[in-house]
């Protein structure tokens, strides 16, 4: 019998060995499980999944599915390690906070430190439609780690496109909701959700979250990745619903998502306006130092964002223009959605920006 980590890919040219001794030990109590067994966790080892995003939600399911077997998982975010993300970002400590480490190479040292004999791909990036096709080449499921609506439709686009499954998973405040998107097989994130989100959004940043409704989002999420992998795209177990659970108030719902909604943008018309880019706000440098988010959709009530901002630095505001600073940056909003960023020439961070404080 081939052992596990020989059918594992390779990272850089160079096989990591394991004997099926230690790859039996390490994996015998999900071994022992009816659903994965030998079988399924051979298939786990071969498997290549990309986690986009690694914040509170991607380093949970990284970690889930690093300590499962998954033998490769490339995980690709824009972002660093802050103090605020200790609350509940589970792959991080104090030193990668203290040392602002980009959050994929962290994340790929811990996993280093618990399971060597998964490659782990980390990628520095944010996902943009012009370097979607090489992120995520090669890989057989992708799974949302995300904090905005932006990319996930980007990811949904591409994925109905490719016929790739991914799943898509968030959670804000007590709030988590999940949904397996079967590309041909059941409704996509487009079929759900037909429009963006407009106005303010609620965020992590705004209006907090708990890491047990994280916690509970990753685990669904980490185990519909599992059924995934081991029994393909047709397996009865995957779950063909919208599911949301409140951790606080213990309210959940299930909406019905086992088919494509006809007259779908994506999956029906097969329109990926995301993919093409014409779904994402404008962005262009502007001046000195700074960024112009052209968002013109996205009303703001400035009192309710002045509310919002309040705990996280300086707000002043009229009827016409708020201002919110944040150091080292400085944030010029508009009635509109529009936005000037100022501390920053990177779109990246912008865009980043925007999304904890605004909505994506």
């Known amino acids: 019998m081939t052992s596990l980590a020989q059918e594992t890919q390779p990272n850089d040219g160079v096989e990591n060995l394991q004997p099926d001794s230690a790859a039996d030990e390490r994996y015998s109590r999900q071994i022992l499980f009816r659903g994965i067994g030998a079988d399924g966790q051979r298939k786990l080892a071969r498997a290549r999944v990309a986690i986009v995003g690694c914040g509170a ?21 824009r972002d660093y390690v802050e103090p605020s993300n200790l609350q509940r970002q589970s792959l991080f400590d104090e030193r990668d906070a203290a040392e602002s480490l980009p959050k994929s190479i962290a994340a790929a040292r811990k996993i280093a430190g618990f399971n060597s004999h998964v490659v782990i791909q980390p990628k520095v990036e944010d996902v943009v439609p012009a370097n979607i096709d090489a992120l995520l080449e090669g890989m057989s499921l992708i799974l949302d780690g995300t904090d905005n609506f932006e990319t996930r439709y980007l990811i949904n686009d591409y994925a109905v496109d490719r016929s790739r499954p991914w799943i898509y998973s968030a959670a804000v405040g007590s709030y988590a909701v999940t949904l397996n998107v079967l590309p041909g097989r059941t409704a996509c994130l487009a079929c759900i959700f037909p429009d963006s989100p407009r106005g303010m959004v609620e965020t992590c940043e705004t209006s907090g979250i708990l890491n047990s409704a994280v916690n509970l ?20 177990e995957l779950r063909r619903t919208l599911l949301s659970f409140d951790v606080w108030t213990n309210e959940h719902a299930e909406i019905s998502a086992s088919r494509p909604r006809p007259g779908c943008r994506a999956c029906g018309e097969r329109d990926f306006i995301h993919l093409a880019g014409e779904g994402r706000p404008h962005i262009t440098l502007c001046g000195r130092n700074s960024v112009q988010i052209h968002e013109r959709q996205r009303p703001i009530d400035f009192t309710e964002m002045n509310r919002r901002l309040q705990p996280h630095g300086t707000v002043r505001h009229n009827d016409f223009v708020l201002k ?10 508009f009635p509109d959605g529009r936005a000037i960023i100022k501390g920053t020439t990177d779109t990246a961070v912008a865009r980043s920006l925007y999304a904890r404080y605004v909505g994506s």
């Open 217 to 236: 989002v990753a685990s669904v999420a980490a185990t519909e990745a599992l059924k995934l992998l081991v029994g393909g795209a047709s397996a009865p």
């Open 57 to 77: 939600t991607g380093s949970a399911l990284a970690g889930l599915l690093a300590r499962a077997g998954v033998g490769t998982l490339r995980i690709i975010d």
């Open 324 to 333: 919110f600073w944040h150091d080292p940056y400085e944030m010029t909003l």
